[in-house]
């Protein structure tokens, strides 16, 4: 049997088609994309995609913008997501891939799921943080490391990707979204990250948090280009500032 491409997805009716019809007359409407080397995106073939995360709406603007490039988005999704009525049917059907603690890898599913994808082709989107980032000017957080272990045991690329402008449409931790006047979102697409010095370790935790870290600095180099100015020079570490490390926080 021949193995679907992308341009399956795109072409063909799927359930991506149906939630494309609900997300375009919204969002096509209450944003602007400034979308920056887009060319970087693959166009076929399996890699994850991973952003920053700092708004609850950005897995939608992000899959948005993935779509328009013409791929079908999936992500990694917390599981309590799918026991949702309408909502969780929705992310069964789209093949998104629920795990326990968001952005993290644990147990043998969620790695099957990604190595199903992978053999696909497809596209994976993991969001390195976990969760909406602590730090108090929205910079990318310290790292987990589940987007990192998928690209070095299936093999893969890992392009970073960082947006700025989402946090307009619906602040960190709001529920509201303001659709009027239309949001300008820039987002910004990086080279596929260099993992050549981890691909023949083994994936201990050093190795793992060594690879993200480099993910994590790559994330944060593209969103300073966005933004015009310079990180903190030190990450924002959850734990050191006695947060919790998922969850909401004012």
Do not use: C
């Amino acid at each position: 049997m021949r193995r679907p491409r992308w341009t399956d997805e795109k072409r063909k009716p799927s359930i991506f088609w149906f939630l494309a019809a609900i997300a375009e007359p919204i969002f096509g409407t209450a944003t602007r994309y400034r979308v920056h080397d887009a060319h970087r995106m693959p166009r076929e073939g399996a890699f994850v995609l991973a952003p920053n995360h700092y708004s609850e709406i950005d897995p939608v603007v992000m899959g948005h913008v993935v779509w328009r490039l013409g791929r079908a988005p999936r992500f990694l999704a917390k599981a309590d997501l799918f026991t949702v009525p309408v909502l969780g049917g929705l992310l069964r059907a789209s093949g998104q891939i629920p795990v326990e603690r968001a952005g993290t890898v644990r147990g043998s599913e969620p790695l099957t799921a990604a190595r199903r994808l992978v053999e696909e082709g497809r596209l994976l989107i993991v969001y390195p943080e976990g969760s909406l980032t602590r730090d108090p000017d929205l910079w990318p957080m310290r790292g987990k490391t589940g987007a990192v272990r998928i690209a070095l045991e299936q093999n893969i690329p890992l392009v970073p990707v960082a947006h700025w402008g989402t946090q307009q449409l619906m602040g960190r931790y709001s529920k509201k979204l303001h659709l009027l006047p239309p949001k300008t979102i820039d987002v910004k697409f990086g080279e596929a990250v260099d993992l050549s010095a981890y691909r023949d370790r083994p994936l201990d935790s050093a190795t793992l948090n060594a690879a993200t870290t480099v993910v994590m600095d790559a994330i944060t180099a593209l969103l300073e280009d966005l933004r015009g100015e310079k990180a903190p020079s030190e990450r924002w570490n959850p734990k050191a500032n006695n947060q919790k490390e998922t969850g909401r926080f004012e």
